[in-house]
């Protein structure tokens, strides 16, 4: 028997066998059902989070009416004796969002605040959103407290949480993992109270011309967050900076839900109050670790007392020049000048 019959007997008796037809054809679907099943699921899962993140897009609309994220390398804004100056910076993505709403409705109430987002730009765009508007709602409503501070101090922690609660649901739900930091300051009746969650920072320049810090950075390595983590099961470890887990350099932080479900990252804030008649202010820097990560408390606020007649009050100088230093995050600061007395919408840019 030639070479050529061995190879035409064994390709009829083996190859081409009923038996090894229908065991191919298992195996062709098999493979097609493991490769392919996980990428339409991630798909899937994928349309679905971007369904329901433009719903609740167009249920919430944003107070900050003129501002356009996508596509943008920097951003300003100037309310009465407010400006803020923000730019993406060296970062692929502008994760920072921030409001202000000064003199609400004549209530010589004002509040303002930065949000420094990780993981993506979801968490704090919602928080920005629904915090602010919360919060509005509530300030506007008759109180029969006799303390203020107390009494904003309880509505700033409430609010807080009551918001991380609903990011973590959607999260849940959407499977984002996004987090973000939060830096709140409320003036009501010449009393300061400012909440912070994370990392961002705030700073007043007294009458004096000293630094005040108005909060303090929740950070991995610190005695009192790291015991807090470790009595949790989780771990701080160096990976550039101190991070929780290995992941995250604050941890303190809304959303981040992967790291809730243990509590090794909590949203509780950290509450001060401060008497502006007391202190008879200057300014008022708020900012994200973008500007941090280059300047020192008194640093930032020597540069801006060197520039409060610019017309963001020194804000644009300040991030132009953190990023100069080499600063690699986003970068917002808002400065609030209080020489300057409440004045309505006095201009508003977006360029």
Known sequence: MTFVAHISKFTRRY???PESIICFVLIIIIYNTFHHVKPLWNYWQRAKFHLQRRSREEETNSDIDNITWKDRSSWEMMKGNAAMFAIQGRRPHMEDRFNMVNDLEGT???LYGIFDGHGGEFAAEFVEKTIFKELMVRLLRPSTEDNISDNLTQILA????SVDSRLLDIERNSFDISGTTALIAIVRDRMLTVANVGDSRGVICDKNGKTIPLSFDHKPQQVKERRRIKEAGGFVSFNGVW???GVLATSRALGDYPLKEKNLVIADPDILTFDLNELQPEF???ASDGLWDCFSNEDAV??????????????????LQAYYRGSLDNITVMVV???QSYLGIAKKEDR
Not at 305 to 315: I, K, M, N, V
């Open 15 to 17: 190859i081409l066998s």
């Open 108 to 110: 010589r109430t004002s």
């Open 158 to 161: 409430e609010e807080v949480l």
């Open 243 to 245: 991070r929780v887990a």
């Open 284 to 286: 008022m820097i708020l």
């Open 302 to 319: 020597d540069y801006v007392r060197e520039r409060l007649d610019e017309p963001h009050f020194g804000a644009k100088s300040l991030v």
């Open 337 to 339: 000048n209080f020489k």
